[in-house]
Protein backbone atom coordinates (compact mmCIF):
# COMPACT_ATOMS: atom_id res chain seq x y z
CA UNK A 1 0.00 0.00 0.00
CA UNK A 2 1.10 3.31 -0.84
CA UNK A 3 -0.47 4.62 2.21
CA UNK A 4 1.78 6.70 4.84
CA UNK A 5 2.10 4.92 7.54
CA UNK A 6 2.20 8.35 11.09
CA UNK A 7 3.56 7.93 14.46
CA UNK A 8 3.09 8.75 17.37
CA UNK A 9 -0.79 8.04 16.80
CA UNK A 10 -1.29 10.52 20.13
CA UNK A 11 0.88 12.83 21.26
CA UNK A 12 0.46 15.33 24.38
CA UNK A 13 2.70 17.86 25.46
CA UNK A 14 2.87 21.31 26.95
CA UNK A 15 2.72 24.75 25.34
CA UNK A 16 6.05 25.72 24.76
CA UNK A 17 7.33 22.42 24.07
CA UNK A 18 8.61 20.91 20.53
CA UNK A 19 6.16 18.33 18.02
CA UNK A 20 7.38 15.86 15.83
CA UNK A 21 5.89 13.87 13.89
CA UNK A 22 7.05 11.14 11.37
CA UNK A 23 4.96 9.62 8.12
CA UNK A 24 7.27 6.69 6.56
CA UNK A 25 5.81 5.20 3.11
CA UNK A 26 6.45 2.79 0.75
CA UNK A 27 6.43 3.41 -2.77
CA UNK A 28 8.54 6.31 -4.50
CA UNK A 29 6.16 9.96 -4.21
CA UNK A 30 6.18 12.87 -6.47
CA UNK A 31 5.48 14.98 -3.45
CA UNK A 32 4.41 14.54 0.01
CA UNK A 33 2.30 17.27 2.01
CA UNK A 34 1.23 18.12 5.51
CA UNK A 35 -2.42 18.81 6.60
CA UNK A 36 -4.03 19.77 9.95
CA UNK A 37 -7.49 19.16 10.51
CA UNK A 38 -9.59 20.77 13.83
CA UNK A 39 -12.15 18.05 15.27
CA UNK A 40 -14.85 17.84 12.81
CA UNK A 41 -13.43 20.39 10.34
CA UNK A 42 -12.23 20.02 6.85
CA UNK A 43 -8.10 20.05 6.20
CA UNK A 44 -6.06 22.87 6.36
CA UNK A 45 -2.99 22.61 3.90
CA UNK A 46 0.38 23.18 6.00
CA UNK A 47 3.42 22.81 3.35
CA UNK A 48 3.91 20.81 0.57
CA UNK A 49 7.46 19.09 -0.21
CA UNK A 50 8.80 18.22 -3.08
CA UNK A 51 10.66 14.60 -3.80
CA UNK A 52 14.06 16.75 -4.71
CA UNK A 53 13.62 18.81 -1.73
CA UNK A 54 15.26 18.12 1.73
CA UNK A 55 13.86 20.73 4.47
CA UNK A 56 10.89 23.23 4.08
CA UNK A 57 10.14 25.98 6.61
CA UNK A 58 6.81 27.79 7.13
CA UNK A 59 6.74 29.85 10.01
CA UNK A 60 6.92 27.65 13.60
CA UNK A 61 6.27 24.33 10.64
CA UNK A 62 9.91 22.61 9.43
CA UNK A 63 9.14 19.57 7.50
CA UNK A 64 11.90 17.06 6.19
CA UNK A 65 11.86 14.78 3.64
CA UNK A 66 14.56 11.57 3.71
CA UNK A 67 13.51 9.76 -0.08
CA UNK A 68 16.49 7.11 0.84
CA UNK A 69 14.27 5.97 4.28
CA UNK A 70 11.05 7.01 2.26
CA UNK A 71 9.71 8.98 5.53
CA UNK A 72 9.06 12.36 6.47
CA UNK A 73 8.70 14.49 9.24
CA UNK A 74 6.68 17.08 10.57
CA UNK A 75 8.44 19.46 13.37
CA UNK A 76 6.04 22.55 15.24
CA UNK A 77 8.42 24.65 17.64
CA UNK A 78 6.81 26.50 20.73
CA UNK A 79 3.42 24.90 20.57
CA UNK A 80 0.57 26.30 21.17
CA UNK A 81 -2.88 25.46 22.57
CA UNK A 82 -4.16 26.43 19.59
CA UNK A 83 -1.99 23.55 17.83
CA UNK A 84 -4.37 20.83 18.96
CA UNK A 85 -5.74 19.05 16.29
CA UNK A 86 -4.61 16.26 13.81
CA UNK A 87 -1.93 16.13 11.23
CA UNK A 88 -1.76 14.10 8.31
CA UNK A 89 0.71 13.25 5.61
CA UNK A 90 -0.83 12.76 2.76
CA UNK A 91 1.15 11.52 -0.73
CA UNK A 92 0.24 12.73 -4.04
CA UNK A 93 0.14 9.67 -6.82
CA UNK A 94 0.95 10.85 -9.94
CA UNK A 95 -2.88 10.95 -10.75
CA UNK A 96 -2.81 14.01 -8.11
CA UNK A 97 -5.20 12.27 -5.85
CA UNK A 98 -4.29 12.22 -2.21
CA UNK A 99 -3.60 9.26 -0.03
CA UNK A 100 -3.54 9.92 3.74
CA UNK A 101 -1.82 8.67 6.70
CA UNK A 102 -3.25 7.86 9.63
CA UNK A 103 -2.94 10.97 11.45
CA UNK A 104 -1.25 12.02 14.40
CA UNK A 105 -3.42 13.74 17.15
CA UNK A 106 -1.95 16.61 19.15
CA UNK A 107 -2.86 17.80 22.07
CA UNK A 108 -1.09 21.17 23.70
CA UNK A 109 -2.00 21.54 27.35
CA UNK A 110 -1.63 25.31 28.29
CA UNK B 1 -10.50 32.66 2.19
CA UNK B 2 -11.94 29.24 1.02
CA UNK B 3 -11.35 28.12 -2.50
CA UNK B 4 -13.43 25.22 -2.31
CA UNK B 5 -17.02 25.15 -1.02
CA UNK B 6 -18.75 22.31 0.16
CA UNK B 7 -22.42 22.35 1.07
CA UNK B 8 -24.06 21.28 3.30
CA UNK B 9 -21.81 21.03 6.05
CA UNK B 10 -24.58 19.25 8.39
CA UNK B 11 -27.02 16.89 7.53
CA UNK B 12 -29.73 14.53 9.22
CA UNK B 13 -31.40 12.17 7.37
CA UNK B 14 -33.72 9.45 7.32
CA UNK B 15 -33.03 6.00 6.18
CA UNK B 16 -33.89 4.81 3.19
CA UNK B 17 -33.50 8.68 1.59
CA UNK B 18 -31.06 10.32 -0.69
CA UNK B 19 -29.18 13.30 0.40
CA UNK B 20 -26.75 15.15 -2.32
CA UNK B 21 -23.50 17.01 -1.72
CA UNK B 22 -21.99 19.49 -3.41
CA UNK B 23 -18.47 20.42 -3.97
CA UNK B 24 -17.51 23.97 -5.53
CA UNK B 25 -14.69 25.20 -6.39
CA UNK B 26 -15.14 29.06 -6.40
CA UNK B 27 -12.63 31.12 -8.54
CA UNK B 28 -10.93 28.24 -11.02
CA UNK B 29 -11.86 25.40 -12.89
CA UNK B 30 -11.77 21.85 -11.86
CA UNK B 31 -11.46 19.02 -14.37
CA UNK B 32 -11.29 16.42 -11.01
CA UNK B 33 -12.25 16.44 -8.06
CA UNK B 34 -12.02 14.15 -5.07
CA UNK B 35 -14.35 12.48 -2.70
CA UNK B 36 -13.00 11.12 0.38
CA UNK B 37 -14.65 9.74 3.48
CA UNK B 38 -14.28 9.62 7.39
CA UNK B 39 -15.18 7.64 10.29
CA UNK B 40 -14.56 9.33 13.58
CA UNK B 41 -10.58 9.21 14.97
CA UNK B 42 -9.79 7.81 11.18
CA UNK B 43 -7.77 8.89 8.31
CA UNK B 44 -9.73 10.27 5.11
CA UNK B 45 -10.56 7.49 2.77
CA UNK B 46 -10.19 8.51 -0.92
CA UNK B 47 -13.83 6.94 -2.26
CA UNK B 48 -13.68 8.39 -5.53
CA UNK B 49 -12.09 10.65 -8.76
CA UNK B 50 -14.95 12.72 -9.79
CA UNK B 51 -13.78 13.73 -13.49
CA UNK B 52 -15.88 16.49 -15.37
CA UNK B 53 -17.69 15.01 -18.73
CA UNK B 54 -16.87 11.70 -17.99
CA UNK B 55 -17.48 8.98 -15.31
CA UNK B 56 -16.14 8.86 -12.17
CA UNK B 57 -13.31 6.42 -10.93
CA UNK B 58 -13.90 4.79 -7.68
CA UNK B 59 -12.04 3.15 -5.63
CA UNK B 60 -12.07 -0.78 -4.84
CA UNK B 61 -14.84 -1.28 -2.43
CA UNK B 62 -16.78 1.87 -2.73
CA UNK B 63 -19.99 0.82 -4.56
CA UNK B 64 -20.62 3.39 -7.06
CA UNK B 65 -24.52 2.66 -7.66
CA UNK B 66 -24.87 3.62 -3.80
CA UNK B 67 -22.62 7.33 -4.39
CA UNK B 68 -23.96 8.64 -7.53
CA UNK B 69 -21.05 11.52 -8.34
CA UNK B 70 -21.67 13.73 -11.29
CA UNK B 71 -19.30 16.37 -12.39
CA UNK B 72 -21.24 18.72 -14.85
CA UNK B 73 -19.28 21.69 -14.84
CA UNK B 74 -15.89 22.21 -14.24
CA UNK B 75 -16.76 24.32 -11.27
CA UNK B 76 -19.27 22.06 -9.77
CA UNK B 77 -19.25 18.16 -8.17
CA UNK B 78 -21.84 16.25 -6.18
CA UNK B 79 -21.91 13.35 -4.50
CA UNK B 80 -25.13 11.71 -3.82
CA UNK B 81 -25.40 9.22 -1.40
CA UNK B 82 -28.51 6.92 -2.12
CA UNK B 83 -30.68 4.68 0.26
CA UNK B 84 -28.81 6.10 2.66
CA UNK B 85 -28.36 3.49 6.20
CA UNK B 86 -27.31 4.17 9.50
CA UNK B 87 -23.79 2.70 8.36
CA UNK B 88 -23.36 5.98 6.20
CA UNK B 89 -22.80 8.26 8.67
CA UNK B 90 -19.62 9.99 8.43
CA UNK B 91 -17.58 13.05 7.37
CA UNK B 92 -17.66 13.66 3.70
CA UNK B 93 -14.68 15.83 2.30
CA UNK B 94 -14.05 17.03 -1.41
CA UNK B 95 -10.94 18.46 -3.01
CA UNK B 96 -9.81 20.18 -6.01
CA UNK B 97 -6.39 20.83 -7.61
CA UNK B 98 -5.74 24.29 -9.11
CA UNK B 99 -3.30 23.54 -11.51
CA UNK B 100 0.06 23.56 -10.24
CA UNK B 101 -0.79 23.97 -6.72
CA UNK B 102 -1.35 21.82 -3.48
CA UNK B 103 -5.17 20.45 -3.05
CA UNK B 104 -7.87 22.71 -1.47
CA UNK B 105 -10.35 20.92 0.64
CA UNK B 106 -13.74 21.67 1.40
CA UNK B 107 -15.13 22.38 4.88
CA UNK B 108 -16.41 18.78 4.91
CA UNK B 109 -19.91 17.41 5.36
CA UNK B 110 -21.34 15.48 8.37
CA UNK B 111 -23.86 13.13 7.17
CA UNK B 112 -26.13 11.62 10.04
CA UNK B 113 -28.45 8.97 9.27
CA UNK B 114 -31.24 7.93 11.39
Known amino acids: SQQGEEDPQALSIQEGENATMNCSYK?????LQWYRQNSGRGLVHLILIRSNEREKHSGRLRVTLDTSKKSSSLLITASRAADTASYFCALTSNTGKLIFGQGTTLQVKP | GAVVSQHPSRVICKSGTSVKIECRSLDFQATTMFWYRQFPKQSLMLMAT?????????EQGVEKDKFLINHASLTLSTLTVTSAHPEDSSFYIC??????????FGQGTRLTVV
Open chain 2, 50 to 58: SNEGSKATY
Open chain 2, 95 to 104: SANRKGTEAF
Open chain 1, 27 to 31: TSINN
